[in-house]
């Protein structure tokens, strides 16, 4: 594969960029070789600067649940873009994805729009202190909230991937605020609670992390943390950063019936665009300024034509309920294909599904923490990537991320992906 111009315009990025990239699991570091530069996306396709093409199955890490350059979202980006970019003032639209969300999302009676998955967990951290009175919070190792300082501790993602889950610049007055459990392990969140007693504000979590790969909540974990929150006084917070309008249009509380009090989100909720989103009970919500003590803002938020394309998306979303039927099958035959072959070949390792996420770990233990997450051999699964990459499947590069699929992976797709995975695990066991 001839990928020249990318190995030139990484060498030139590394002169002014950091690493050469905006985002470090961009950089290949942990699976080897010079990351791709890419010059468009179209439907389940990526397009590098030497004009190769990918099957993907990151899909921007999330956001594009319906493929690249969706027509309906294309057009209300472009119409929006005619009358002007940001205004710094209230719109029509940010009433519109407001209500839309409001509809959507089980816990959500009022939204705050955000530019980022990051402000998303930071305001709400912050809400949930101001509101509860309260300084402490509980997360959980290998869940990934974004690059706040507070959350920089066991963090997940690429914070993992770079052999870095608790960052420096992080100061120790920030980190003991922030208390760790084990995810799935409901016995030591309860211990946390009894030695932190009325100090805890909240517990936020992934309900479904996707950030030490896909880890699925064991039976009554998160109706577990659910009863916990109400006896103690604490605010359970669901990061559905990538889960929301993902695993159900209302997200992973909608699929477990488990309602938190704050949830945050981000990447579909802008169609691309870079928006994130905080909401939850009124009473909580109108604790956030103007009306309230606890200040959030932002000179972007609401802009107009990220909300331009975040309305496209959920209104599509809303009025096509079988999008999320025909997730699950893509979801479905590829997992089954990837374990049909798995088992051909003898191989015992370990996969996590639901919906449109998944993995496969390269370890033969059952993956339902950190601990076990990490006992995947990543130098295989380098090799696994590389192998997919040859054979014109991009993987999310780390072992450490769940794949994410969209509505434009079709049958001429899902069995190239399907070849190419048994190819590419044959080559690297060989
Ligand atoms: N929360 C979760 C669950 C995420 O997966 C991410 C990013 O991947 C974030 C928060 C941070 O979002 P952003 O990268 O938009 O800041």
Known sequence: MNISKSKTLFSQAQHSIPGGVNSPVRAFKAVGGDPLFIKRADGAYLYDEDDNAFIELINSWGPMILGHNHPEIKEAIIKAMENGTSFGAPTAREVHIAERI??????IEK??????????????VRLARGYTGRDKFVKFEGNYHGH??????????????????????????????TLLAPYNDLEAVKQLAEANKGEIA???????????GLVLPKEGFLEGLRSLCDKEGILLIFDEVMTGFRLAAGGAQERFGV?????????????????????????????????????????LSGNP???????????????HPEVYEQLETIGTRLV?????????LGLSYTMTHLGSMYSLFFTDQEVIDFETAKSSNTELFGKYFQAMLKRGVYLPPSQFESLFLSTALKDKEINHILQANEESL???LS
């Open 336 to 344: 089954t294909g990837v374990k049909k072959s798995l088992e051909k």
């Open 305 to 319: 034509i990220a909300m331009a394309a975040g309305m496209a998306m959920l209104d599509h979303l809303n009025d």
């Open 202 to 212: 909240a517990i936020i979590l992934e309900p479904v992390p996707g950030n030490m």
């Open 426 to 428: 044959k080559e690297i």
């Open 111 to 124: 939204v705050r729009m955000v530019n980022s998955g990051t402000e998303a967990t930071m305001s709400a």
């Open 102 to 107: 409001v509809q959507m999302v089980p816990s």
């Open 148 to 177: 706040g300082d507070a959350f920089l501790i066991a963090a997940g993602s690429g914070a993992i991937t770079m052999g870095a889950p608790n960052s420096p610049g992080v100061t120790t007055g920030t980190a003991k605020d």
């Open 259 to 299: 309602i938190p009090d704050l949830t945050t989100m981000g990447k579909i909720i802008g169609g691309g665009m870079p928006v994130g989103a905080y909401g939850g009970k009124k009473e909580i919500m109108d604790y956030v300024s103007p009306v309230g003590p606890v200040y959030q803002a932002g000179t």
